[in-house]
């Protein structure tokens, strides 16, 4: 969790076991910390409930809140939501440990004087999308979607940093559909809330898809769909009157993007995006068709290369999580035609998966195999248990420019378990082809040439 430093003398020198080191920030009913988890030597957000939030009227409500995120201690493990460590029910101040992420909230970016290029707010949206949609498969509605509660993650961890990811954060409101408790209705912030939330009615993901197109708006505009100076006033636009165009309210807005967050926005549920993946391809097909100006980042975007391995072969068995891991940590290389990846007799400690166009085998100068997107090279080599059994005995050259994605040994083992095995059965489900294929090659020798 990251939020604004405020400079305020700490009372506390611990909260539990944990060493506090500065105040982060603080609203009405709870303030975070920045502390030391020396256990596991990693710095981490405690959020501590205020002891006057705990009165006889407020605080069972309060109460849920901070049950509903210590239910989640452990549960969420995706690389845009912040994870939850512990939560202590603590009679005085209970607290939820967290992931510190260093940076600030996008609310710091609603203002019409420091708005995000339009890019990175597409990115941004599809990685929320995508971490929610993650949640939603947990059997969980975050229903407190909002800016203050999405975290930018910036290079210096300052609010003037380049943001570089994004981070979905507080789950006190978050609507468990598989809990048999009872719930405490219309939560959330109003200028974020779906007509749904405010009516109270039975919930699914597409409020949370309402909120997260709320916010996109205030990003891209610099102000909310809708702003009045009574709730009641407000209450009444969200049910009946429709967001001004976004092309209207900030230059280089294609239309195509305002009908992205404004099918997000529809009064009824059953017109918005059906799903979050539905939302998800929209905002990548924003980036994919150029309808967002490139000028700010002209690279490849995370969106682009998480879509492009869902589409390959090899990462078929893969999940989202696994998916985030290879984007972030794979070595992403483009190579002109006749570029040679390997050549006969050197010792391989890396392997390419080839995202994009194709390469050619050759042994003893005649051509073996033409490998193409969605294949692997290298592998046998690299899998190879000695030194002797590492050497290439082909030469590979690139006969069409290619795009690949490439590991070595110390950078796969920075991969979590659960992705290492991933990548051992795609190895295996290679290795079985290409058994297969000499096989038919040695008993139909005619057929195969």
Known sequence: MATDAVDIDIEDTRIGKYRVLRKLGEGATSEVFLCRDDFHDREVAIKRVRAAALDAVDGPVYARFFAAEAALVGRLQHPNVVQIFDAVADSAAPYVVMEYVPGTTLR????????????????????????????????????????????????????????????????????????????????????????????????????????????????????????????????????????QPLTGLRAGVDEAVNQVIQRALTKSPADRYPHWDAFAQALSDLVAQRKVPRGHIQGVLDSERFNLLRALDFFSGFGDVELWEVVHRAKWQRFPFGHSLYRRGEEGRTFHIIAQGSVEVFRSGKRVALLGAGTSVGEMAYLAPSPELRRHSTDVLVAEPATTISFTPETLQQLSASCRHMFDEAFIRVLVRRLHAAHEALAHPRRIL
Do not use: W
């Open 108 to 243: 710091s970016f609603c203002r019409p004087d420091h708005l995000l290029p339009l890019e990175l707010i597409v990115e941004m949206g599809f990685k929320c999308a995508m971490a929610l949609g993650y949640v939603f498969r947990q059997g969980l509605i975050h229903r407190d979607v909002k800016p203050a509660n999405i975290l930018a993650v910036t290079s210096d961890g300052s609010a003037s940093g380049l943001v570089t990811d994004i981070k979905v954060t507080d789950f006190g409101s978050v609507l468990n559909l598989a809990s048999e408790t009872t719930q405490v209705y219309r939560v959330g912030s109003l200028a974020y809330m779906s007509p749904e939330q405010l009516d109270g009615q039975p919930l699914d993901c597409r409020t949370d898809i309402y909120s997260l197109g709320a916010v996109l708006y205030h990003l891209i505009a610099g102000r909310p769909p809708f702003e009045a100076e009574s709730q009641a006033v407000m209450m009444n636009q969200i049910y009946n009157a429709l967001p």
